[in-house]
């Protein structure tokens, strides 16, 4: 007899059948399903297992569907990202979304983008490299009230990175950096926006640069961890009288940031937040500047954060 299947959790009423076909969707709907039943490691075939499905399909098939299947992931992307805005995120309310890339430890002879790169999750006095596939995923930031006063990350899209030596990739694709598939994926998500909708993306040092900065679509806003040895600029007041000759783009250079966290003078504001569940004091100062290399004539925001009991933070 063969066992039956729960409940799909209502995949069907969020109109994800509009992105298969009337077979593949079953088969889709079976995963999902199967991925949140399956116990221990979490492997197709050990879904397949779960769900029972090679007693009606051929393993085979459940493999062409994830590889070969006539469907857009970034179709699906799209439904799970209007489903969790409608769902989470108030009316009128500023949309947060992180991007991050993550290393999947995977091994096998012929898995594509498959290769040695950074593992951040390893110890940091560790040569942090491991063996797997990467992506660069994009996630939804909310709060779940009643649940928990943390910050959750919910991903909805995702691009692979694989590393330049890699023996098995994607030959129909070309070879993109993680700021450029990020960059990819702001773009996907800012097509996808409602009229009054406004987007934030928050990442880490790696993805602030001018690949991201100055192609990002307008009224996206930024916040991100600024390099310490950015050249940072005044920003230019309107010259009271026309000069001859092409405009400065630029103000005067302003001290390295390393000289300002070490000034005396330099202006600081007691704040307390709440960091991993505790609350900490931090000290900030807060001043605009152009990082004209990266960010071009665009002003930005600086704010330098020094944990009296830590280390100095930058952010953007």
Known sequence: MKRSIPDP?????IHFRACFSAPS?????????????????????????????????????????????????????????RMLVETLIAEGIEILVVIDDTLNKHTGKKICGAGWQHDGSL?????????????VIIGLAIRLPGISDRMFCLPYAARLWWPPKAKFNPKSLPYKTKPELGLDLINLTH??????????IVFDLGYCCDTI???????????????????????????PFTVMGRPRKRGARLPSLETMFQDPN?????????????????????????????????????????DPAGHPMLLT
């Open 213 to 239: 900065l100055k192609a990002r679509p307008k009224n996206v806003h930024i916040t991100g961890r600024l390099r310490k040895d950015a050249a940072l600029f005044a920003v230019l007041e309107p010259a």
């Open 191 to 200: 097509s996808w926006l409602q009229e009054g909708e406004r987007l934030r």
């Open 9 to 13: 959790f209502g995949i069907d009423e």
């Open 123 to 135: 110890p940091k006095h560790t040569k942090q490299k491991g063996y797997g596939v990467c992506f």
């Open 25 to 81: 969707f079953r088969i889709f709907v079976a995963l999902v399903v199967g991925w949140v039943l399956t116990m221990g490691k979490h492997t197709i075939s050990q879904v397949i297992l779960t769900m029972r499905l090679h007693e009606s399909k051929h393993f085979a098939s459940i493999y062409r569907f994830l590889g070969k299947g006539r469907w857009e992931t970034d179709f699906v992307s799209y439904f799970v990202f």
């Open 266 to 306: 330099l202006g600081w504001n007691e704040i307390r937040v709440f960091c991993y569940g505790k609350q900490t004091k931090l000290l900030i100062h807060q001043f605009t500047a152009l990082w004209y290399h990266s960010a071009g004539q665009q002003p930005l925001s600086i704010v330098l954060c020094h």
